[in-house]
C-alpha cells in the first residue's frame, strides 16, 4: 500500500496555510471539515482510480475521445494551467525550507527545487514503483517531523476528537475559514492521476478481478487519506494549542493572527527553541519537494492524454511545461509574496477544479458503466451532490470577492465599468460550458468481462435497450 501514498503531499502543503489559520482562530473546532472532507475526497478518487480500471484508460485520454476539438483543448489548457498553480506552492514552500535550514537565499532555493525534481522524474526510466518510492520517503520524513512538532506541544486529546466529530461553527469567520478548507481538500491534477497510476499495474478483465482490484485500490487509497488526515490534524493542533493559551506575549500573538508557511516556522521557534523550527523546516522541504514531484508527474498524463504524443517526448517535455513557469513565477514573487501567491494559486485552482469534476462524474454514471461494472447509483448520487456544492460555493465566492472588490475600489470609476464589462460575460461564459459538460452526453466503451457468460448477455442486455432508448 505505497503507491497512493505519493499523491497526497500537495494535501498538506495546499492546506497549510488554511489549516495553519484555523487552528489559530478557530482551535480545533474546525477538524470536523478535514475529516468530512477526506470521505467526499475518498469517495471522488476512488471514482477516479476505478475509471481506469474499468476503461483501462485515463481520465485525460477520455477526455480526448468524447469532446469536440475545441472543448478538449480548452480542458486540457484549463489542466495545464491547473497543474502550475499546483506546482506554485510546492516550490515556495521547498524554497522556504532550504531558506531555513540551510540559509539558502530564496532563489537559490527555487532552482535547487527545480533540478532535484527533473533528477527525481527521472526514475521513471527503473519504473514508477522508484519514483513512488522516493514519494514515500518524503512523505514519512513529513508526518514524522509534524508528529513530533505535536508531541512537543501535548494537545488535550479529548478536545481534538470532539473536534473531529461534532460539527461546530462559532466565532468570527468560522463558517468562511470552514469553506476555504473544505474547498481545498480536492484539485484537479490529482483526480487525473488517480485514474492514470492504476494503469501501471497488471489489470484483470474479469468482473471478478475489477471488483477485487477497485477493492484493492479503495482501501489503499482510504489508508493513504488517513495518514494525510492525521498530518493535517497534527498542523492544526499545533497552531490551536500555541496560539490558545492565553499566557502568550503580545509577539506571539501578534503572529497567531496571521499565520503563513513562513511564520510558524518563527512561532515554533520563539515557543519551543530553534530545534523546533528546524524539524517544521525538514517537514516542510519533504512535502513541498513531493508536491513539486508529484504535480509534474501528473502533468505528463494530462499532457499525454490530450495531445496523445509518445511517454519519450512527454517525459522531456512536460516537466518543463510544469516546473519553468513555475519557477519563473515564485522567483519574481520572491519570499516577500509566499501568501498572496498561494491565495492566487488556491482560486486558480477552484476555479479550475469543476473541469475535472465534471467530465469524470459523467463518465463515472454514464450509461456505458453497467453489468457487473457499476457504480453504485448511491455513491454517484452523494458524488453529484457534493461536487455540486463545492462548485456552486467556488463559483459564489467568486462572484461575491469580486463584486466585494468592485464597491471598495479605489479605480476610477471608468476603469471599473471597463473590468465589470469583461468580467461578467467571462463568468457567464464559464458557468454555461460548465452546463455544457454536465448535459453532454458521453459514452464510454468498457470491455466485456471475460469469465461469465450471463454477464456478457447482460451488458449486451443493457447495451441495446439503452440504444433503443
Known amino acids: 500500500m505505497l503507491g497512493l501514498v505519493f499523491l497526497y503531499p500537495w494535501l498538506t502543503l495546499t492546506l497549510a496555510t488554511t489549516d495553519l489559520q484555523a487552528g489559530s482562530s478557530h482551535k480545533y473546532e474546525l477538524l470536523w471539515v478535514l475529516f468530512f472532507g477526506f470521505i467526499f475526497v475518498l469517495i471522488i478518487q476512488s471514482l477516479a482510480a476505478k475509471l481506469g480500471i474499468i476503461t483501462g484508460r485515463h481520465l485525460a485520454e477520455l477526455c480526448m475521445r468524447e469532446y469536440p476539438k475545441h472543448v478538449k483543448y480548452g480542458l486540457w489548457l484549463l489542466m495545464e494551467a491547473g497543474v502550475i498553480a499546483a506546482t506554485v506552492p510546492g516550490v515556495l514552500g521547498t524554497a522556504l525550507a532550504y531558506n531555513k535550514l540551510l540559509h539558502i537565499p530564496f532563489w537559490g532555493g527555487v532552482l535547487i527545487c527545480g533540478a532535484s525534481t527533473l533528477l527525481i522524474l527521472t526514475l521513471q526510466c527503473y519504473g514508477a514503483r522508484k519514483m513512488e518510492l522516493i514519494g514515500v520517503i518524503f512523505i514519512s520524513i513529513m508526518a514524522a517531523c509534524f508528529f513530533v512538532d505535536l508531541s512537543n506541544v501535548n494537545p488535550p486529546m479529548g478536545e481534538v476528537i470532539q473536534g473531529l466529530f461534532i460539527p461546530r461553527l462559532r466565532g468570527a469567520y468560522a ?86 508557511l513562513n511564520s510558524t516556522s518563527v512561532l515554533l521557534k520563539n515557543v519551543f527553541g530553534k530545534s523546533s523550527s528546524k524539524i517544521y523546516g525538514l517537514a516542510l522541504l519533504a512535502s513541498g519537494q513531493s508536491c513539486v514531484v508529484a504535480t509534474s508527474y501528473s502533468g505528463q498524463y494530462i499532457m499525454q492524454g490530450f ?14 511545461f510544469t516546473i519553468i513557469p513555475s519557477l519563473i513565477i515564485c522567483s519574481i514573487g520572491g519570499a516577500p509574496h509566499v501568501r498572496q501567491l498561494i491565495n492566487i494559486s488556491a482560486i486558480i485552482l477552484a476555479f479550475v477544479l469543476p473541469f475535472a469534476l465534471v467530465p469524470l462524474l459523467k463518465f463515472s454514471s454514464c450509461c456505458a458503466m453497467i453489468g457487473p461494472y457499476k457504480n453504485t447509483t448511491g455513491v454517484v448520487q452523494v458524488a453529484w451532490i457534493l461536487s455540486t456544492v463545492i462548485m456552486g460555493i467556488n463559483i459564489y465566492f467568486f462572484c461575491t470577492s469580486f463584486l466585494s472588490w468592485l464597491v471598495h475600489s479605489e479605480l476610477p470609476r471608468i476603469l471599473n465599468a471597463i473590468i465589470s464589462t469583461l468580467v461578467f460575460p467571462f463568468m457567464a461564459a464559464y458557468i454555461a460550458a460548465l452546463i455544457y459538460l454536465v448535459f453532454k452526453k458521453v459514452s464510454v466503451s468498457v470491455p466485456l468481462p471475460s469469465t461469465s457468460v450471463s454477464s456478457e448477455t447482460e451488458v449486451e442486455e443493457v447495451r441495446r435497450q439503452d440504444d433503443q432508448g
Not at 468482473?207 to 493535517?232: C, H, R
Not at 509518445?310 to 517525459?315: E, N, T
Open 175 to 260: 463558517t468562511s475559514d470552514a469553506i476555504a478548507v473544505f474547498s481545498s481538500l480536492i484539485v484537479p491534477h490529482n483526480l487525473f492521476l488517480h485514474s492514470s497510476l492504476v494503469l501501471s499495474r497488471k489489470l484483470p478483465s474479469s468482473p471478478k478481478g475489477v471488483k477485487d482490484t477497485s477493492t484493492f485500490f479503495l482501501i489503499e487509497n482510504a489508508f493513504a487519506l488517513f495518514l494525510v488526515l492525521l498530518v493535517n490534524v497534527a498542523i492544526v493542533s499545533i497552531t490551536g494549542t500555541i496560539c490558545a493559551d492565553n499566557q502568550l506575549v503580545d509577539d506571539i500573538i501578534s503572529t497567531c493572527s496571521g499565520l503563513t
Open 307 to 320: 495531445s496523445g504524443m509518445r511517454k519519450c517526448i512527454i517525459y522531456i517535455i512536460a516537466p518543463c
